[in-house]
């Protein structure tokens, strides 16, 4: 067994554009991990997400911030500190609504970012 500090410029970092990314730190590819995964996020001001689903469960701890996960073009506010629980399957996107970068820690019961696909539904509200 090996433990093993990543540091966030160490992950693996994913442009989301408009300056919002994401950086998968704890993973299979940077800790061999088997079973979780685990990143973290920061959405400027006015960033809104395409909605995305995946297939597995998602948990997301808000530093910083606040903002709405839009789930099938309803609006769920959140605002730091709180936690959020997205199901498999459930399409969101995360909004920034405040002044402020929305900064998120992000885990998923899956090894690596899990399978996920573009919701076709309505655009994000």
């Not at 973290?40 to 995946?54: A, E, M, R, V």
């Not at 459930?90 to 690596?112: C, I, L, Q, R």
């Amino acid at each position: 067994m090996q433990i093993k500090v990543v540091s966030v410029g160490e992950g693996e970092r994913i442009d989301l554009g408009r300056g919002s990314w994401s950086s998968h730190l704890l993973n299979k590819n940077t800790v061999h991990s088997k079973k979780v995964m685990l990143g973290l996020s920061t959405f400027t001001p006015g960033s809104d997400t395409p909605q995305k689903i995946h297939t597995e469960e998602e948990l997301c701890f808000v530093i910083k911030g606040k903002g709405s996960i839009t789930v099938e073009g309803k609006e769920i506010s959140y605002e730091a500190p709180s936690a959020i629980y997205i199901p498999p399957g459930a399409p969101h996107g995360v909004k920034n609504t405040g002044d402020v970068d929305v900064v998120m820690v992000y885990v998923f019961s899956h090894p690596e970012y899990p399978p996920t696909k573009d919701w076709k539904g309505k655009k994000n509200a």
